[in-house]
């Protein structure tokens, strides 16, 4: 895709970047907050741009965590030179179907 140029940039672009880029504890979804709102969520999504650069895999190399505002990533199989480093983007809970349409 082409990258954005300043006069492509709108709400609604923005909440798409977000939407596909940000992570929050416990699988909270800016879908959830999206819902929530005009309410305040007792939850925010953060960028963390390093771990931006993982894609999704439903079977994942690595797990993350959060400590306070701090996201951490440990490995959950092991991981060699070369190997693309994953991240479940869902809960690994839901079944298929569930998935499939969190993905969407």
């Not at 895709?1 to 300043?6: A, K, R, T």
């Not at 190399?61 to 060699?80: L, W």
């Amino acid at each position: 895709s082409s990258p954005l140029i300043e006069k492509d940039i709108n709400d609604d672009n923005l909440r798409q970047i977000i939407r596909r880029n940000a992570f929050g504890p416990d699988f909270v979804t800016y879908s959830t907050i999206a819902r929530n709102l005009p309410k305040r969520p007792h939850r925010v999504l953060g960028l963390y741009p390093l771990s931006d650069m993982m894609n999704h895999d439903c079977h994942p190399n690595t797990v993350r965590v959060f400590v306070g505002e701090y996201m951490v990533v440990h490995c959950a199989s092991d991981i060699t030179k070369g190997d693309e480093i994953t991240t479940s983007y869902v809960p690994p809970t839901f079944s298929y179907p569930q998935r499939q349409a969190s993905l969407q």
